[in-house]
């Protein structure tokens, strides 16, 4: 059993999000701010004429949010049909990894990220975190 | 047939319609005899027109049907098999209810055409009473033989035999289709090709639209609105004549096709009216009261997506008027007035938005005891109301868990009231408010959007960010120039002086969190209209009006509670569109003290009135109440025009009749080369006054005045030291238009008067 992951970086770690749950991946584009929105909603976008919420990642994952100067990368999830688009560092390849090597998170995991990991598969040379897409988009 | 009564008409097309499939369906059963949903199909129509026919008392189709029924459902239900003879009677009953449906379309009526016959042949299958294959199944195809086969048959069983109906049919009365009655005798098979012209007049100008098919071209209209939003804004930094003019032509149709979208959603409100009068009729029996129910403006139109969203508002308004409203006979006797209360529902058209009012005749309601019932219920507290303008306690109304029955009815006063109303009306981005006066009746009045898809707006600025205003809360705009702001403080609170009352400001830096604002020389106020108050929204800088189209958004950004949806612009950035009754909530909570301003205004009103001084002539100076004032405008004297012995001008595309205050004082007739015009204006109808200049609007009590008058004038004050004469300002206008006062309810907005 094959699992196909499209994965990014987020502050050096590598995650992994279903490809079947990935509708595309795009640069950064001029977004609208959202005053009073929850803490990790980062605006709204215009994408091919629909309105998608913007999610900082990197606040829900308790990080830093992204700033003024960086250049962050959307990835943009389905969740329950509707787009989400999810700020993060970089978008990295789609790569497909034998359902065996998937396991439970290490108990040296930091616990902000525990929460939001579904497991990780051991690469050869990395971990990568399986992203808990749905939890990760409730702003 | 236009005698025909509506719901006979919608009954005939619908029939047609499910006759044509009922057609499809029998013959396919021949094929896939044993087919349960097939079978159940063809049962729910016929099961269908029997039960309509009923209830409008068509008896022969009832007849009819009713049999044809019978033998679905043994069908249906397995106890019989399908058979070639079963499918025949069947098709004779269609035929049947066809020749009857037709009759019903052309004359409303069923006619005189005997049904007996087919009865008697289904009845015959149903009883298992074994006519000849042959006979009945020759029916509907070959006609000539039917006159006798069955005729020979039957006789045993029952005394009317299968083909009467053919041969009836050629004497019955159609006289909208003589062509018809000549080719009776070919029942089924030619009948189409016969009947089809001149038939189905009724069917053929309309068709019925799946809501969902009209609901995605809304959608696609939305979306090609805002592209030519964003080729508009295109072409116009482009300036190329070819592209600007395909641009006009691309805007121009995308209008033309709105406005054609939006037509096809439109439903007169007369659909849920319509069941109004009945239930005023059963509130006021049951609750002893007398009503007399007045509808104007029932075929007002609405989209349909809105018409079903005030039908719950209406109903309570409608109900909360009789129960509340208006007195039992004996009360309203005593009050000196006819028993018989009036309930009046108006609905029309006004800038693009639908006003809909229900007022009564009745008691009105009482500040006082609004009021108290707030402090009881704990909604607030003795201080908080004490110092509240009437207005102002009427919004207590909508407060959640606020009832205001006395006595809890079954008809109302459940503890669900003016809450809901005001939550579904605000929820369609309307609006609601009141108006009563004690002993003299209450007028409910929801201010509705047009369509729920495609609203107008303002774009405005703030902290270089874009928000959109919905056009429905916008009531003006006043731009603050360098000079004087005419913003004064209450307190921390900023007010406005708008034409002599106190505006509320709210900034909209402050309540989205924003760099406060340095300096208000520059800025904008939004004066808004939201939950029956106005407050003045300080903007930086009005940018546009554009058509916008409500995108959903996200319920982490719906649930801020700021917001009423997204919205793309021209430029294809995301716009968030206010929600203006929410940003005045939030706006409350930020600054407590404004519920003091609105207490400077009340005070204000009290023992003075706010006058608006004008100079007339050489040295002579004219008050009137402010309140009564629309607009303060100046022209050229060349505006002004005589008609018939009368002054007149044109204002705002009207003629306006005009009061020149020189003529009210007896000065003659003077020279001015400017005008100051004061305009008054009640519903669509204005009336000028015209004097030199407006030299101030003061605080004075009238009722330090000297009796002394002549005719137009109510006698003089002293205004900073000069003898001013006091207009009577009613008499005046009445004299310049006598039907000025007639008109109802008048729309006073933006005459800074609530009363």
């Not at chain 2, 094929?31 to 129509?45: C, I, P, Y």
């Not at chain 2, 009819?64 to 043994?74: I, K, P, Q, R, Y």
């Not at chain 2, 052309?106 to 006619?111: F, K, M, N």
Request: aromatic fraction near 4%; include cysteine.
């Amino acid at each position: 059993m094959r699992h196909q992951l499209a994965t990014f970086k987020l502050d050096d770690c590598l995650y992994g999000i279903d490809v079947a749950r990935v509708q595309e991946a795009l640069r950064m584009q001029a977004h609208t701010p959202v005053p009073h929105a929850p803490k990790g909603v980062a605006g709204l976008v215009n994408l091919r004429g629909q309105v998608v919420l913007l999610v900082d990642l990197r606040v829900r994952l308790g990080r830093e949010g992204f700033g003024e100067d960086d250049d962050p990368m959307m990835m943009v999830v389905k969740v329950d049909g509707e787009p989400v688009s999810l700020l993060v560092d970089q978008v990295g390849d789609v790569l497909e990894i034998d359902g065996s090597r998937f396991g439970s998170p290490p108990p040296t995991l930091e616990p902000a990220l525990r929460d939001f990991v579904t497991g990780v598969y051991q690469l050869d040379d990395e971990l990568l975190l399986a992203l808990d897409v749905d939890l990760a988009v409730q702003v | 047939m236009d005698a025909m009564d509506e719901i006979v008409r919608e009954f005939v097309v619908e029939s047609y319609e499910n006759l044509d499939q009922l057609d499809s369906d029998l013959v396919a059963l021949e094929g896939d005899a044993g087919s349960r949903s097939l079978l159940s199909s063809v049962f729910r129509t016929i099961h269908t027109i029997k039960g309509t026919s009923g209830f409008l008392g068509f008896g022969s189709l009832e007849g009819v049907t009713h049999v044809g029924e019978s033998l679905l459902a043994e069908l249906r239900d397995g106890k019989r098999e399908m058979t070639q003879r079963t499918t025949d009677v069947l098709l004779t009953m269609v035929d049947a209810v066809r020749e009857l449906l037709r009759s019903i379309e052309s004359t409303g009526a069923e006619g005189d055409l005997d049904t007996t016959a087919v009865v008697a042949s289904i009845q015959a299958v149903l009883d298992g009473t074994e006519a000849p294959e042959t006979a009945v199944a020759e029916a509907p195809v070959e006609p000539a033989p039917v006159d006798e086969a069955p005729a020979d048959e039957a006789p045993a069983e029952k005394p009317k035999p299968a083909p009467v109906l053919p041969g009836r049919k050629a004497d019955a009365p159609l006289p909208a289709k003589p062509a018809a009655a000549s080719s009776a005798p070919e029942p089924a098979a030619s009948e189409p090709a016969a009947e089809e012209a001149p038939v189905r007049s009724a069917t053929e100008s309309s068709i019925r639209v799946d809501v969902e098919v009209l609901d995605a071209l809304m959608r696609h209209v939305g979306e090609l609105v805002l592209a030519r939003n964003a080729m508009t804004s295109l072409a116009a930094d482009i300036d190329d004549p070819a592209l600007v003019h395909a641009t006009q032509r691309l805007a121009l149709i995308a209008t033309e096709l709105q406005q054609g979208v939006m037509k096809t959603r439109m439903q007169p409100i007369d659909n849920v009216w319509s069941k109004v009068p009945r239930m005023v009729r059963d509130i006021s029996a049951s609750l002893g009261r007398q009503v007399r129910l007045d509808m104007i403006g029932k075929e007002t139109e609405l989209d349909r997506g809105v018409l079903e969203a005030i039908k719950d508002p209406l109903t309570h308004l409608i109900r909360n008027a009789i129960d509340h409203g208006i007195e039992s006979p004996e009360q309203r006797t005593a009050a000196g007035k006819p028993t018989q209360g009036v309930l009046t529902l108006r609905a029309f058209h006004q800038g693009g938005q639908v006003v809909i009012e229900i007022s009564d005749d009745g008691k009105g309601i009482d500040p006082q005891a609004i009021a108290a019932k707030a402090v009881e219920r704990g909604l607030r507290s003795a201080a908080d109301v004490a110092d509240l303008a009437p207005q102002d306690v009427f919004q207590l109304l909508f407060l959640p868990g606020f009832s205001t029955a006395e006595q809890v009815t079954h008809v109302s006063g459940r503890g669900v009231g003016m809450d809901v109303v005001k939550t579904k009306v605000d929820a369609i981005g309307g609006v609601v408010d009141v108006q009563s006066t004690v002993g003299v009746g209450t007028t409910w009045r929801l201010r509705i959007p047009l369509t729920l898809a495609i609203m107008p707006a303002l774009t405005v600025e703030c902290a270089s960010e874009t928000y959109a205003i919905p056009q429905i809360n916008l009531l003006e705009l006043l731009a603050i120039d360098d000079k004087q702001t005419g913003v004064e403080y209450v307190g921390e609170a900023p007010v406005f002086r708008l034409r002599g009352r106190l505006l509320p400001l709210v900034d909209l830096r402050d309540v989205l969190g924003r760099t406060p604002r340095e300096s208000l020389v520059g800025a904008v106020i939004a004066v808004m209209h939201a939950d029956g108050g106005r407050f003045g929204l300080l903007v930086d800088h009005v940018r546009n009006t554009e058509e916008i189209v409500a995108k959903p958004i996200a319920a982490a950004v719906k649930g801020i509670g700021l917001y009423a949806g997204a919205t793309l612009l021209g430029d294809g950035s995301v716009t968030l569109i206010l929600d203006i009754p929410a940003v005045a909530r939030r706006a409350l909570e930020l600054q407590e003290a404004i519920g003091d301003d609105r207490d400077a205004v009340a005070t204000s009103t009290g023992e003075t009135e706010q006058m608006l001084i004008v100079s007339v002539g050489e040295d002579r100076q004219v008050a009137m109440p402010m309140g009564a004032v629309t607009r303060l405008e100046r022209f050229p004297m060349e505006v002004l025009e005589r008609v018939s012995g009368s002054l007149v001008m044109q204002y705002r595309e009207r003629i306006t009749p005009v009061v020149d205050l020189a003529q009210v004082l007896g000065l003659g007739s003077t020279f001015r080369e400017e005008l100051a015009v004061v305009v008054c204006q009640r519903g669509d109808r204005s009336v000028a006054l015209v004097a030199d200049e407006v030299v101030d609007i003061v605080e004075c009590a009238i009722a330090d005045r000297s009796e002394v008058s002549g005719y137009g004038l109510l006698g003089s004050i002293i205004v900073r030291g000069r003898v001013t004469e006091l207009l009577d300002l009613e008499a005046t206008v009445r004299d310049a238009d006598s039907a000025f006062y007639d008109v109802q309810d008048a729309e006073l907005v933006g005459a800074g008067s609530e009363h």
